[in-house]
């Protein structure tokens, strides 16, 4: 079974600069997770999509943070315009159903960015 | 608030036991999760708990107290590719499955 892909792996932009972050979850997965992870801290939830609906979006900083989940498969999160403190590694998960008793999530390899 | 507190570094020897303890803060409470993560990588899942006992998986073993708002991770005849963050996370209850993250403790294990 294909696991969480994410790309790019690595991203190096320019504070005020826009960076767009892909993730094609486990195939048959409904929701899908987008986490922030800053160095030496655990994963923050930016956004949880179920389908193509989104079900928490309480942390992601709308201002300049934008997700979208066309489809109900692949998703993308934007950065516009990107600010030091974005500096992170940017996760990706999803789960089979939220519903379920025990619905682990699988985590994608992440895409580390770099804001100068 | 919900906090999730748990040690932010150990050291353990090669063979020997540790054990990382996680405290949590939180209302509807549903459950909780260890995530291993070693630099670089994604967290990958360990256990899950959401009554109260011990679960035994080969050389890992997670407890949980809901009364006490407690939990910790059992690692046995430890290797050095145990060295890592392991990572505690609280489900809440509901429709959304949403995990709250402690901070991870970063374990390192030593000859």
């Known amino acids: 079974e294909a696991g969480v892909a994410q790309s790019p792996r690595y991203k190096i932009i320019e504070k005020r600069q826009s960076v767009a972050f892909w993730c094609n979850p486990i195939s048959g997965h409904a929701t899908l997770y987008w986490y922030q992870q800053i160095l030496g801290q655990g994963p923050k939830l930016l956004i949880q999509?179920?389908?193509?609906?989104?079900?928490?979006d309480s942390q992601l900083p709308k201002d300049r943070f934008s997700a979208e989940r066309l489809k109900g498969v692949d998703s993308t999160l934007k950065i516009q315009p990107a600010k030091l403190e974005d500096s992170a590694v940017y996760l990706c998960?999803?789960?089979?159903?939220?519903?379920?008793?025990?619905?682990?999530?699988?985590f994608g390899p992440g895409t580390r960015l770099t804001v100068t | 608030g919900q906090n999730i507190d748990q040690p932010t570094e150990m050291t353990a020897t090669e063979g020997a036991i540790v054990q990382i303890n996680c405290t949590y803060q939180t209302s509807g409470f549903n459950g909780l999760f260890w995530y291993q993560q070693h630099a670089g990588e994604a967290p990958t899942f360990l256990s899950y708990?959401?009554?109260?006992g011990l679960e035994e998986k080969g050389r890992f073993s997670s407890f949980l107290s809901r009364s006490k708002g407690y939990s910790y991770l059992l690692l046995k005849e430890l290797q050095m590719k145990d060295s890592a963050s392991y990572l505690c996370?609280?489900?809440?209850?509901?429709?959304?499955?949403?995990?709250?993250f402690g901070t991870g403790t970063l374990l390192a294990v030593q000859p």
């Open positions: 996370a609280v489900r809440y209850s509901g429709a959304t499955n949403k995990l709250i």
């Open positions: 998960a999803s789960s089979l159903d939220p519903g379920g008793a025990s619905y682990e999530q699988y």
């Open positions: 708990n959401v009554l109260d």
């Open positions: 999509f179920q389908n193509n609906g989104v079900v928490d």
